[in-house]
């Protein structure tokens, strides 16, 4: 296992269309979060799979975003409808609970542009 | 809720000058805190992390830090900076999440620049 991996890396799209990302975390993790992340900031929470079950997302996270985990294996994060504001870094991150550290594993990123 | 606040949008040092970025947290009872670099282009890795054991804690590269109770801080030291330690570097702290897991709340970051 070589770690997180995202596809595609970048994305470039017209404002009004879909996009969908996907994530491949590391096999052995059972949790797996989005975040994205803008110019100049950190990483914002977005949402958190336990297996297979979404159980937390962001206020950040509109209608018009949507993510799944099938089987508890990769994830895809699919954005409809898509505007300039959602220009971002969007992250992956995988983690295997152990004890409460919780250190995450994060893939390299789709860096989407919403022209 | 958690917190961190990243004290420096920017640090610039001189090649083997001792770099300390600084990162204070919100109070709290119990407090797992991080410290992440991101390279350009690149996600974020790992480089140490505080779970309650020594308060000095070491990480990859020639990093450490060291987590003050009593002044709510974490802040990143190195006693000697390369050329390849010019990044973005991120304070983190985990924040329980109404579902019973947990997440983890990043800083704004702190851009290093190493000058030669």
């Known amino acids: 296992d070589t770690g997180v991996s995202q596809d595609p890396r970048h994305k470039i799209t017209k404002r009004g269309q879909n996009v969908t990302f996907r994530c491949d975390p590391i096999?052995?993790?059972?949790?797996l979060y989005w975040y994205r992340q803008t110019l100049g900031q950190g990483p914002e929470f977005l949402t958190y799979?336990?297996?297979?079950?979404?159980?937390?997302k962001s206020r950040l996270l509109s209608d018009r975003f949507s993510a799944e985990r099938p089987k508890g294996s990769f994830s895809t994060l699919e954005i409809q409808r898509t505007e300039q504001g959602d220009s971002a870094m969007y992250l992956c991150?995988?983690?295997?609970?152990?004890?409460?550290?919780?250190?995450?594993?994060f893939g390299p990123g789709t860096r989407l542009t919403v022209l | 809720a958690q917190s961190v606040t990243q004290l420096d949008s920017q640090v610039p040092v001189f090649e083997e000058a001792p770099v300390e970025l600084r990162c204070n947290y919100s109070?709290?009872?119990?407090?797992?805190l991080f410290w992440y670099v991101q390279y350009p282009n690149q996600g974020l890795q790992l480089l140490l992390k505080?779970?309650?054991?020594?308060?000095l804690v070491k990480g990859i590269n020639g990093f450490e830090a060291e987590f003050k109770k009593s002044e709510t801080s974490f802040h990143l030291t190195k006693p000697s900076a390369h050329m390849s330690d010019a990044a973005e570097y991120f304070c983190?702290?985990?924040?329980?999440?109404?579902?019973?897991?947990?997440?983890?709340?990043f800083g704004a970051g702190t851009r290093l620049f190493v000058k030669a």
């Open positions: 799979f336990q297996n297979e079950a979404q159980l937390e």
């Open positions: 983190a702290v985990r924040s329980s999440l109404n579902t019973g897991g947990f997440k983890t709340i």
């Open positions: 096999s052995e993790h059972n949790r």
């Open positions: 109070s709290s009872v119990s407090v797992y």
């Open positions: 505080y779970t309650s054991a020594a308060t």
């Open positions: 991150a995988s983690s295997l609970e152990t004890g409460g550290t919780m250190s995450l594993i």
